[in-house]
């Protein structure tokens, strides 16, 4: 059973109300570079990255779900393993449903989730039912014992401690900048991809600089 953890309300009782800006930045502060370092040190002796990343280099295509805050984090990472993968798509609800993935898995198809507390419930029962209908899921949550990591073929645990009434996002962050690396410097037509990207974006016009 998921342990429950704090609200955002919760969380805001407890560490921001009453107390002074400069000695609420000084603990956001401290915090935050106290996790940071624990995630330094946990991506370092852990080994799920890399095998996700492997995971992700060898489908053929690659499905990114969140829900909420989620979804943003599950946008940045399809953005970031795009520039270098062909094949990335991001389930948003409206370009692609998630309807749309669950009636149509193929043999090669991978579903990365990203399930941060509280859990949302549409991300974890879309993502239970791929991996029940023979799709193979990747999990990107912040407990060993997070809805659908019994499903998950590897699930990256992240740290999400906070002295603030949101969740910090450093250690997530962290870690998906550490995925795309590994997955777009693990492929072999990636620094093609990039190079195409690039030449395309100065023929478009697409930057202040290429203007």
Known sequence: MTTRR?????????????????????RVLEQQRAEF??????????????????????????????SGKSLSYASLLASDLSAGLSGVH?????????LDVLSDIRQGDLLIAV????????????????????????LITDADDAPLAGLATTSIVIGSDTASYANSPTSVVLALHLLAT??????????RRLRDRDALAAELGLYTEES
């Not at 704090?6 to 921001?16: G, I, L, Y």
């Open 115 to 138: 399930s941060m507390e509280r859990y949302r419930r549409d991300t974890v029962d879309v993502a239970a039912a791929y991996a029940r209908h023979g799709g193979e899921l990747v």
């Open 90 to 98: 991001l389930v948003d609800g409206a370009s692609l449903r998630p």
């Open 6 to 26: 704090s609200t955002p309300a919760e969380r805001f009782d407890r560490n921001v109300q009453r107390r002074s800006a400069q000695v609420l930045k000084q």
């Open 37 to 66: 370092e624990k995630a330094l040190a946990r991506a370092a002796e852990q080994d799920a990255i890399e095998r996700a990343a492997a995971l992700i280099v060898s489908a053929r295509r690659r499905f990114l779900l969140g």
């Open 182 to 191: 590994l997955t777009i410097a693990s492929s072999k037509g990636a620094g």
